[in-house]
């Protein structure tokens, strides 16, 4: 088979590989094989994660299919930055209710823009007729040992977060009518939401400075807990710095009825969706931590400490606690 | 998180998680971080190939569970085996419509049970709500240059496939009501079609044996065709000789109109779901093939040769060809 994509029904759907045909570039066998061939690279350990994109759950019928593409990578290589890995390779398994080449078109070309951006050789797949669903398995590599992960957390350590909070669920809220967005900042918002930015520059420099990072899937602060409770401590975050990390300004929004002042601090401590990285490191590497966001050109801000005690304290600008819960929305609840 | 498999939704689908959790073996990092980790061994080559179900177009909505879990991995674990490749680790991506402890818990016991007699360690992965939908990557090696292709043949090389060829089928046809078999016969072609065995042992022995490999998944003819097209060859096949690869007896089958005397040959060319290899060797190395086979305890059946002239004709016993077209099926159509 000449085709990226191996299908699994006969016929038309065999049609979609053409898609997502590429020439094989660093894969020792790319395609049309029953599986793809890459050669490790001696010393790296390979990092490996899926993530499944199911329509009505994870996007809107109507998304914009070449922001889907980049989207359904994105998520993926968030995944890969959070642990400080490079990208290599990524498989796509695609079911589609039915071929429609003015869907398949810009869904391939936003995905493989952002693969080629990353290096991210598109190696295999499959396709199958079915409701809409995109699973992508991405593979990278990181040097024996330096891979960042969840568990390594201190008391001490500075949290930082990249890039800026909240306003993906922003738009979520826009987009579902519970709040209204002057049009400018909903096309920001909206930006965010449907073509996230992984900060897979940012992951790798931090290799060796950072001691715990995750990436901000579903919020925050819960994502901040996944690291605390594989770091076996607890955390204070200043939410009078977290506000600030929302792009979209607050005149820019007319929400109504119970969201009102919460929005904001909800959506940037829990909204969902950001794909930022959420990151600790000792306080002697104040400044590695600024150099290695200056070289991958990703702003980082600190937002808490980690501490001993545990669970999760937020405090204001003056230090005082702040008692107000912010749970995780579910995504599409 | 102290699970294998991330939810990308939050609440209840995390306890999804609980079914597939188990200790980490070889992995460096398995479960509950950004990414698992693995570790190549050095001078291997990674293969790695996805495969995704979807209910009513690779499976009956109430095929039995453990089975299902045996054959999502399976028909990844023979893409493997039908590259040479040893299995290391695989991920699941499941999007399931609700929580079912009763269709989960059995899911995962076939899975796991498949994935444990393979040493092919469940990772990591994705839980989602939606549509059934099951999406497997799976990662294996194979010494660097000996790896089993499609593009191998050459002129001369006997054509082999293993195990039974046609019981799939001839299941579905019994099970969709167009043919009857006796209890016993259906429950056998049953056990081939919902829980096929990857032949991972025989690829893994036909490495620097076989020129050429690919697994049965479409149908005999249909997959012998990526030989020929991906080598440059023809193919001459023996259908007095393949006509015997199926394992229920003609005698068991009551068939109806249009198939009666094409039906087992039309089975067992182009049946689909068989998942045995099908592969060529230079005649000096039938000893080397038969030991091969009997070392990993599975029986193959040399069934015609690579021909120079491009195609692929049918003979029957005399050297006759026969004109008779066997179009492989859509699985569901």
Known sequence: MDAVIRSNTMGEFDLIAHYFTRPV??????????????VPTPGMQLAVSSDMLVEGRHFFANTNPE????????????????????????????SLPCIDAA?????????????????????????????????????????AGQALLRSGARVGDDIYASGTLGDARLALEALQGRITLAAP???????????????????????????????VSDGLLGDLGHILRASGVGACVDISK??????????????????????????????????????TAAPTQRSAVAAAAQASNTPVARIGQIEAAPGLRLINAHGQQVVQRYASFDHFA
Do not use: M
């Open 25 to 38: 570039q660093r894969a020792a066998l790319g395609v049309g094989d029953d599986c793809a061939l890459l």
């Open 67 to 94: 922001r889907l593409g980049h989207k359904a990578l994105a998520v993926n290589l968030s995944d890969l930055a959070a642990c400080g890995a490079r990208p290599l390779a990524c498989t796509l398994a695609l």
């Open 103 to 143: 869907w398949l078109d810009p869904f391939a070309r936003g995905l493989l823009a952002l693969a080629d951006a990353h290096g991210c050789e598109l190696i295999g797949g499959d396709t199958t007729q079915g409701p809409l669903n995109i699973c992508i398995t991405v593979l990278g590599e990181v040097p």
């Open 185 to 215: 900042a909903l096309a920001s918002a909206r930006q965010r939401l449907e073509a996230p930015t992984p900060r897979v520059a940012l992951g790798q420099a931090l290799r060796a400075i950072a001691r715990s990072a995750i990436d």
């Open 242 to 279: 977290t506000i600030n990390l929302i792009a979209v300004s607050a005149e820019d929004i007319k929400a109504t009825g119970q969201f009102g002042t919460e929005l904001l601090p909800q959506c940037t401590l829990a909204g969902g969706d950001d794909y930022e990285l959420l990151f």
